[in-house]
DNA sequence: ATAGGGTTAG
């Protein structure tokens, strides 16, 4: 029996498959981005300061007009030359309203509590405390430094308390992440009756997301307050809208969020962008490409911006579609939205993840002293997927003679780089180094990249170890790595250990019981193996289907596994039939240990062959141009037979292939794979 | 005067 299936990714109505082009953004197809381009993003040059401050300072120069220092301050403030101004405002007689708020901002800006707090109380001392447009500012303020105590201290003290006063406060512990906290605040405002406006739905809506420690009461909480805008009518105003379908986009209902976006009356660049970041979000990549393609037709007026181009370019990463990609990447230079820092790192996400690691360097390149931690962490686990661990490490210590501090996914990144190259010694001495000399603490995915790296090296001993001595509850990421290593090395008593963990923690996660499975395959304990798999029956579990997929001329085409074969499919099969009898000849053994099926031999091979990845290989020898890379990426691991074929393959058709599997790149020439079978 | 969407790991 053959499994097999081809589908195109785009809209099963259309004959051929439609390539997701837009009419606006038909460029020739741009691979190198030009340094010239990037020239925006060089600093802009000081500004001057303000030029008769000093003479001013001098007590024998008063100002004739008190308004002449109130003037000043606030010049200064908006120059940003905080502390000029607040040296003057003990000169100051009478600072009015205006200059509070200027003071107030520029310590925002400067993000300087220190000067806050003089502010404050200055303006306590000239009676501005009273003062609920003051308030306001200075909730705003605390809520910056996250100072949340301080923000309803000013809150309790000023009587007055007008609609901004209480939304300021509102929006401080929604965005403070006192989720439950801002609930009551909202809760005391309807029993209070103030009456609300749509800048308190939207507060009180993003603190639901907030809560997130228990996404049902979450889920509930957002519900009651969507009948509460829907019985005052706030519900279709275009922020409280929006806001809504990002609630239910982020609480996983996307198909729900769905139906509120197409339901709403009127949609602006803001709710396009929260409903294509859902779908780029949720896996959904192909949906969101779709979406932003309905957007450039239906609404010829709305402009896409630097967010919503971060999440198309998000989504042609998750596709790993790379003429898509570069179109985007065009029609980025075209708008010059390459001045905006988040757009560019994820282009060099986007290369990397499409396989083109070169084209992600050029960007990086490209941003001389303009990178930010996240584009360094981009690049080096760039090179860390890549299996580049030399490289990754070389980068990490060029980051760090750059002065920029390590975050924690710096850390995930090299560590996932070094594990990927067996590079045990360097791992461990940079997670000694994470601890010691940056002064982070190891999160839960942090010991499993430590399990992963020891564990798959062979040192299940020391990767158990770890986990013995973690200082915090080992959550399902490090169980998972140790039952990986497990299935490399045929642990089944470790394995066993795992699994205890992962099926309570996570029983619905098919993958687990399949690695056991497999695991008791290897270790050829049939009877454990057929009670694991009934295991997955019983609890109705779903395996996810191995899916490939490869792109040519910028159209999708997807392969998944299926029983049965059409006449899409014979040519493909009748190659790899021809494939598989020349690598026999050449000594190649299908490995009919990965199918885990009681069927005989040839019914195996059969299988095997079906696999979807060999499959996406297949297409792409015949409509890949001669020398061009075959791109394919999969949702799954690669299993260990269609490695050694497109080993073979990549010799014997001399071809390139470059395959993404779930966790890393496969570089495949002259029968080698770049990760040296180590994955 | 307060407002809604986005960047890196696995």
Not at 73 to 82: A, D
Not at 196 to 211: G, I, M, P, R
Not at 490 to 496: P, S
Not at 498 to 506: D, N, Q
């Amino acid at each position: 029996m053959l499994f097999y299936a081809f589908k195109t990714l785009s809209p099963a109505s259309s004959p051929k498959p439609s390539s997701l082009l837009f009419s606006d953004l038909m460029l020739p197809v741009l691979s190198p981005m030009p340094s010239s381009h990037l020239h925006l993003l060089s600093p802009s040059s000081p500004k001057p300061l303000f030029r008769s401050f000093s003479s001013l300072r001098t007590p024998s120069q008063t100002p004739t007009s008190v308004n002449n220092y109130n003037h000043l301050i606030q010049m200064l403030c908006k120059r940003g030359n905080l502390k000029q101004a607040l040296d003057l405002l003990p000169h100051e007689p009478s600072p009015t309203q205006r200059t509070y708020e200027a003071l107030i901002l520029a310590c925002v800006q400067r993000n300087s509590p220190g000067s806050a707090a003089v502010v404050h109380r200055h303006l306590s001392d000239d009676g501005f405390d009273q003062d609920p447009f003051i308030s306001t500012k200075l909730v705003g303020m605390y809520s910056h430094f996250n100072a949340l105590d301080d923000a309803r201290n000013v809150f309790d003290k000023t009587s007055q308390k007008t609609i901004f006063l209480w939304n300021a406060l509102l929006r401080a512990l929604a965005v403070g992440d006192e989720g439950e906290e801002a609930l009551l605040l909202f809760r005391d405002m309807v029993l209070v009756g103030i009456e609300l406006d749509s800048c308190s739905y939207s507060f009180a809506l993003k603190a639901c997301v907030a809560l997130r420690s228990c996404e049902v009461s979450a889920f509930e909480r957002v519900r009651e307050i969507h009948g509460h805008a829907l019985r005052h009518g706030f519900n279709s105003r275009v922020h409280v809208a929006t806001t809504l379908v990002d609630c239910y986009a982020k609480l996983g209902c996307v198909s729900y969020a769905r139906r509120l976006f197409d339901r709403m009356l009127a949609r602006n660049v803001v709710s396009w962008s929260a409903m294509i970041a859902c779908y780029a979000k949720s896996n959904n990549p192909f949906d969101a490409l779709k979406l932003f393609e309905e957007m450039m037709v239906l609404e010829p007026d709305i402009v896409p911006n630097s967010v919503t181009m971060v999440s198309v370019l998000q989504a042609c990463a998750g596709l790993a579609a790379l003429g898509q990609g570069k179109i985007v990447h065009a029609y980025v230079l075209r708008r010059r939205l390459d001045s905006i820092l988040s757009v560019v790192n994820a282009l060099i996400t986007m290369y990397v993840k499409c396989g083109t690691l070169v084209s992600a360097r050029r960007v990086f390149d490209g941003m001389n002293g303009r990178r930010d931690v996240v584009s360094w962490n981009s690049m080096i686990s760039g090179y860390g997927i890549h299996g580049f661990g030399t490289e990754a490490i070389q980068l990490y210590q060029e980051m760090l003679h750059d002065g920029i501090a390590p975050s924690t996914l710096t850390f995930l990144s090299i560590l996932g780089a070094c594990s990927h190259v067996k590079f045990v010694q360097q791992g461990k001495t940079l997670f000694e180094s994470m601890i010691k000399e940056h002064g982070i603490t190891p999160r839960a995915e942090h010991y499993a990249c430590m399990v992963d790296l020891l564990g798959r090296a062979g040192q299940l001993d020391e990767a158990i170890k770890i986990i013995e001595e973690m200082r915090i509850e080992p959550g399902p990421t490090v169980w998972g790595s140790l039952l990986g290593a497990c299935r490399i090395h045929g642990h089944v008593e470790l394995a066993e250990r795992a699994c205890s963990h992962l099926f309570e923690l996570e029983p619905m996660n098919a993958g687990n019981y399949v690695l056991l499975a497999d695991i008791y395959a290897g270790a050829k304990m049939w009877e454990e193996m057929i009670n694991v798999k009934k295991l997955v029956e019983t609890r109705g579990l779903q395996k996810v289907p191995g899916c490939s997929w490869i792109e040519v001329n910028r159209k999708m085409y997807s392969f998944v596994s299926v029983d049965f074969m059409d006449t899409h499919t014979e040519e493909l099969h009748a190659l790899l039939v021809q494939i598989v009898r020349e690598m026999k000849g050449k000594g190649y053994i299908p490995n009919t240990d990965v199918v885990l099926y009681d069927l005989d031999q040839d019914e195996k091979e059969q299988i095997l062959l079906g696999h979807s990845e060999k499959l996406a290989v297949a297409f792409g020898l015949i409509n890949c141009r001669r020398g061009e890379v075959i791109r394919i990426t999969k949702n799954l691991r690669l299993c260990e037979d269609c490695h050694s074929v497109t080993k073979f393959i990549s010799k014997f058709a001399r071809r390139e292939i470059i395959v993404r599997d779930v966790n890393r790149f496969h570089h495949f020439r002259d029968g080698f794979c770049s990760c040296s079978d180590y994955w």
